[in-house]
């Protein structure tokens, strides 16, 4: 028997390094700031939250066995309930269950609209910059063609996203049929933005669901940072999130037909390892996906572990879990944005985000990130993403994102004040 075979048969000893081993990404030592996930002390805890949530709901499954099955092709019925009071209560506006479809995380979600709704070489429009996996996976694995549209302090620019969508109308081919409603998509992070951090302002969102409906589009909003917020009222309490896009698009309003769909996943905000999220959308769009033989083979796309999230959330463990969650990270956050302002070199720019798990930093015109990032992985082993992976026109190499999730305060602060470091010597050799 080999020795690999023995190690995994005997017991395991799981690492960071050994959750991301395909991609290499902490090989001796390094300190990886580029990867967007939940820190192992917070995930921990997900033990004892699985436990608790999985007895409660086997209680009932002892009798029924529902969990076991297929599912219905929109989900378990306590999910969706769950899922939309936990809304309802972070979104401060109602979210009803009939609205909601189980998936199997936002990744899924995403690519699931795209396929179901769209074809190779149709136009999709994104921000610039935007989430680079996002970007890669409508432009490479489903062949659909970006369109960059700029962001500002107040989200995407609308005035310049109608100009586009109206210029791109004119000589598109699609044929908008009942299965088919729309000719192109936005994708979107309108809240606590990856890369940026930053919100689309309550103006721009009531503009951008006009212009929506003016020229028939779907938005995709990527919403799986909605719920961690790190602003807090004079008392010491978190405060909630900007409204989500999706309530500016009523059923009620005149004008609707139901342009935007919420993206939503448990990744952030409880475990990635789940596979579990949440679409929610106008009726139409749910009837695309729930007639379609891809929802229709395998009913609910993650039935079993949404029954246990139901009872995670009828229990309160996913309040209590998001509560720790936002203490910690926003530490993390406002220690990095600190550490940015007083000890990186003159000429950086940083906004503190609001929530989220990025932060995203400017260095002045022609300087290099990526040389940077050549030499804090080689000097210090700690890396990050240059802000060009970012862009559909490969902009912003002068700046950088790294997340502040991952890490423990100390680890990252070690970090943020070594990328600092290296940066000032840059720009000190630069201009000697």
């Known amino acids: 028997m080999s020795s ?25 030592g390094m300190i990886n700031l580029m990867v967007g996930a939940p820190a192992y002390a917070i995930l921990r805890q997900c033990a004892d939250i699985m436990r608790v949530a999985t007895e409660h709901r086997m209680a009932v499954e002892e009798k029924e066995g529902f969990l076991f099955q297929y599912g219905s092709r929109n989900g378990d019925i306590a999910y969706r309930r769950e899922v939309a009071a936990f809304l309802t209560r972070h979104y401060s506006h109602p979210v009803h269950s009939s609205s909601l479809l189980v998936t199997a995380g936002a990744t899924q979600g995403l690519y699931m609209l795209a396929s179901l709704l769209f074809s190779r070489g149709d136009v999709v429009f994104m921000e610039d910059p935007t989430y680079f996996i996002g970007l890669e996976m409508l432009r490479t694995d489903l062949g659909l063609k970006a369109v960059s549209v700029p962001v500002d302090d107040e989200g995407i620019d609308v005035d310049m996203l109608d100009g586009l969508l109206e210029e791109h109308k004119k000589s598109s081919t699609v044929c908008v049929t009942e299965e088919r409603p ?5 994708y979107l992070i309108p809240t606590f933005h990856n890369p940026t951090g930053r919100c689309l302002s309550e103006s721009r969102c009531k503009q951008l669901i006009q212009v929506a409906r003016k020229h028939n589009i779907l938005v995709v909003c990527d919403d799986v940072y909605n719920t961690l917020c790190y602003e807090m009222d004079i008392q010491g309490n978190f405060v909630a999130p900007p409204p989500a896009l999706i309530s500016f698009d009523q059923e009620n309003d005149p004008g609707y037909h139901g342009n935007v769909v919420s993206n939503g996943s448990f990744s952030k905000i409880l475990s990635p390892g789940l596979r579990l999220g949440w679409i929610q959308a106008p009726k139409r ?12 083979s395998g009913g609910s796309f993650n039935n079993y572990t949404s029954g246990i999230i139901a009872s995670a959330l009828e229990l309160g463990l996913v309040e209590q879990q998001l509560s720790k969650i936002q203490e910690s990270y926003a530490k993390n956050m406002n220690a990095v944005h600190k550490i940015v302002l007083e000890e990186w070199p003159k000429g950086v720019s940083c906004q503190l985000p609001k929530g989220g798990f990025f932060m995203w930093v400017e260095f002045p015109q022609g300087f290099s990130c990526e040389e940077l990032l050549k030499i804090c992985t080689r000097d210090h082993k700690v890396a990050f993403y240059v802000g060009s992976i ?9 700046c950088l994102r790294v997340c502040i999730a991952l890490y423990d305060l100390e680890t990252l602060s070690d970090a943020m004040r070594k990328i600092g470091q290296s940066a000032r010597q ?4 630069q201009d000697s």
């Open 390 to 398: 970012s862009s559909p026109q490969g902009m912003f190499g002068n």
């Open 4 to 28: 690999s075979a023995t190690e995994e048969e005997g017991q395991y000893k799981v690492d960071a390094k050994d959750a991301y081993d395909q991609t290499r990404d902490f090989e001796n």
């Open 426 to 429: 840059m720009m000190e050799k």
């Open 285 to 296: 769009i749910l009837s695309v996906i729930q007639n379609s033989a891809y929802n229709d």
């Open 182 to 186: 729309f000719w192109t998509m936005l």
